[in-house]
């Protein structure tokens, strides 16, 4: 279904049969989108379908190969990020392009700060600084360090740099993967103020009930063409899920249940501290279990998986694998004892992004293909081979590299490496930020799958949803500190609410 914009308001940006291609595959295959002044225009699909491209093209990182695009009316060739900039185009990123050590302020104008001859001139910086945040109504103190804000401040500052320069058209790349439900209302009421001074928005999500709750239309792109373009108002999740995927999604819903026999731990952790971090945790974990730890950014999530990993060193405390005291100092020791671990940020500490993906896979376990002092190499092969087949990999074959993967099939990447090692528990940390809806449900199926052959999984997750449908038991964490434990059984299930209830008990 595609319709053309009802909208009465200047067109921004067109873009008219976009054509492109990487290694004689092409990518996109004549899209055409447009973007009017005031106007929130969601861009979704499955990871691969090409909407970065499309995005990248239109920031001018990327060089179409054919086609038109128009900005403000004016027929216009986007050579660079630069000329994108200068015409008013500006893309904020889901990985932030700010420096952690320097000031908000610092940050806002780095490598073009205003100058009064050779010195820089702050006053000036900071009244533009100051009108910008004034005009979204956030209150951000300029002298404070980056690294001192939380994911949600760094997202309006990246947004704010971006109108530093005047931009009239912005690109919003997965902007709430990271954000906690209090900073994604304060994100939206920045993005409608932006919606109200005129701004043009393009709005880049897998988060579809966001799409809909925020976004005037929608584009959805499969397999490198528009499958629909409409007004949001009228449509159902459901609509665009199906123009995502070109069927009916039937069990995008499903909640999982397993009966769980509480005998024999696979892990016991016992009064478990890290400086500052983590206070007296103890939990078990059992054969068969997804246990999820829920919690806000900086509850202790993330730092309680990485202390299971060896990553975090422990003050006190008292981890065993079926009744074996483990001393975890390393990450090689984690995967040794049968631990391993899917990191949040799958790009720096999941992947070798200039690598194949039949190395990425096999790297954890290349001294079990050695034989003396060659590689199995057939051997390896055929293991990549099956995991690129069991988790539905979509590239040109094992020996592609994996950064020129989609985001949803580098996580299937980390995935089998992670498989490959044979863990007992899998660590996971957010594994489904930035994947659509139909990768989403591949991980789940995986996950799932995992436990079901005995194994034991701790699942951190910033969607509650996704907690609620794939977890059997959930620990909610504040400060560090275990506040409450939920369990599912087969007369009573979790639901978002509840989860974000017990949540904000603790706040």
């Known amino acids: 279904m595609v319709e053309e914009a009802r909208s009465s308001a200047p067109v921004l940006l067109e873009a008219r049969g976009i054509k492109k291609s990487f290694n004689r595959v092409e990518v996109l295959h004549g899209v055409d989108f447009t973007l009017h002044a005031g106007e929130i225009h969601g861009l979704v699909g499955q990871n691969g379908a090409g909407k970065s491209t499309l995005m990248k ?32 185009i500006a893309m904020v990123y889901q990985e ?24 820089i001139d702050e006053r000036t910086a900071r009244k533009k600084a100051e009108e910008i945040f004034n005009e979204l109504e956030v209150d951000i103190n300029l002298d404070q360090e980056l690294a001192r804000l939380s994911v949600g401040s760094r997202q309006i500052v990246e947004i704010v740099k971006a109108l530093s320069l005047d931009a009239s058209i ?68 459901q609509d665009i899920i199906t123009a995502m995927i070109g069927k009916k999604l039937d069990d995008s819903g499903h909640v ?7 005998h024999h731990p696979l892990l016991q952790v016992r009064n478990l501290s890290a400086k500052g971090l983590l206070h ?14 829920a919690g806000v950014l900086g509850s202790g999530r993330t730092e309680l998986l990485k202390a299971l990993y060896g990553i975090l060193p422990l003050s006190t405390g008292d981890v065993r694998m079926q009744g074996e005291f483990l001393r975890i100092r390393d990450p090689k020791e984690a995967i040794k004892a049968g631990i391993v671990m899917v990191p949040e940020d799958r790009r720096k500490n999941g992947l070798i992004a200039g690598d194949s993906i039949r190395n990425n896979v096999l790297l954890p376990i290349w001294d079990r293909l050695r ?11 055929a293991i990549a081979k099956s995991y690129m087949e069991d988790l539905k990999i979509r590239a040109n074959s094992i020996d592609q590299y994996v950064e020129q993967l989609s985001g949803g099939n ?39 799958e995992i436990a079901r052959s005995g194994n034991g999984v701790i699942l951190v997750s910033s969607d509650m949803d996704e907690i609620a449908s794939l977890c059997d038991r959930v620990l909610v964490l504040h400060d560090g500190t275990i506040m409450q434990e939920l369990e599912r059984t087969e007369t009573v299930s979790f639901s978002e609410e509840m989860l974000m209830g017990a949540i904000q008990q603790k706040l």
């Open 57 to 88: 093209i239109i920031n001018g990182a990327y060089i179409k190969d054919e086609g038109t695009i128009l900005v403000k009316g004016q027929e216009t060739e986007l050579g660079s990020p630069a000329i994108a900039s200068k015409l008013g």
């Open 410 to 448: 580098q996580q299937k990447v980390v995935f089998a490496k992670s498989l490959a090692a044979n863990p007992r528990i899998l660590l996971l940390d957010d594994p489904t930020v930035g994947v659509d809806i139909a990768t989403k449900r591949d991980i789940a199926l995986i996950i799932r």
């Open 256 to 262: 999982f249940y397993n009966s769980i026999k509480r």
């Open 96 to 119: 932030f392009s700010l420096v952690p050590s320097m000031t908000v302020l610092q940050n806002l104008f780095l490598a073009r700060e205003p100058l009064i001859g050779p010195f």
């Open 371 to 381: 034989r003396l002092l060659f590689i199995r190499e057939d051997e390896g092969r």
């Open 280 to 293: 007296d945790i103890s939990f078990d974990l059992y054969p068969g279990e997804v246990l999820g730890i």
């Open 170 to 237: 912005l690109i919003l790349d997965e902007p709430t993967a990271s954000l906690s439900s209090i900073e994604i209302e304060v994100l939206f009421k920045v993005i409608r103020r932006l919606k109200k001074a005129g701004v043009g928005i393009v709005f880049v999500s897998h988060h579809l009930n966001e799409v809909v709750e925020i976004c005037d239309r929608v584009t959805v792109i499969r397999d490198g063409r528009v499958a629909l373009s409409s007004n949001v108002s009228g449509l159902a999740i």
